[in-house]
């Protein structure tokens, strides 16, 4: 849900936008459709994909989305496979939210974009940015956070060759939910 709720997630993606001139979004965890229904008046062309076949009909029943958002069944590393392939070349934005419970395939996602060699802008929400009182994913031994990513950036970007920045605002009320913007250095 994280473009519907935090309007500062709107603004830094529009920043990243513009420095980069990017008009291409894949989003990973679909959920009820509410992140696509505000990235479809963003970019070009919105690539989201859902696990969940109950969710993934609710939102073609429910949600209004314009002929520039292509919703799919199926994991997102499968996805990301497949879209890559399809567009064959790394001038896109990855919205990464399709960590919940115990099915965290965040490391998988990364590990794709290494596979391909691609280094698009990078958004995870649900991130540890740090600030107290803020929300972020937790599970089990694992923490959304740098830590938990690091050598998966590495693999994609090198050691130095990305900017890494997580959320310092939001408008939402409570609770404050982080979010990571990881992209090449230019």
């Given at each position: ?84 392939t399809e ?18 395939p965040l ?28 929300h972020y ?50």
């Amino acid at each position: 849900m994280g473009y519907s709720i935090d309007s500062m997630m709107i603004i830094d993606t529009m920043k990243l936008k513009k420095k980069f001139d990017y008009d291409i979004i894949f989003e990973t965890g679909t959920a009820k459709g509410n992140s696509a229904e505000v990235l479809q008046y963003i970019f070009d062309k919105v690539y989201t994909c859902e696990i969940d076949p109950k969710m993934l009909e609710d939102v073609k029943t429910h949600v209004k989305l314009n002929d520039n958002v292509e919703v799919v069944l199926g994991n997102s590393p499968d996805c990301l496979r497949k879209w890559f392939t399809e567009i064959g070349h790394d001038k896109f934005f990855l919205f990464l939210d399709a960590h919940w419970d115990e099915y965290w395939p965040l490391l998988d996602e990364l590990q794709t974009v290494a596979d391909f060699g691609y280094k698009p802008v990078i958004v995870i929400h649900d991130f540890d940015c740090g600030h107290d009182g803020w929300h972020y994913d937790r599970y089990d031994m694992n923490s959304l956070s740098w830590d938990y990513i690091k050598e998966k950036v590495h693999k994609i970007y090198g050691e130095n060759g990305f900017e890494f920045k997580v959320s310092q605002e939001s408008f939402k009320s409570p609770p404050k939910i982080g979010c990571a913007y990881i992209y090449p250095k230019i």
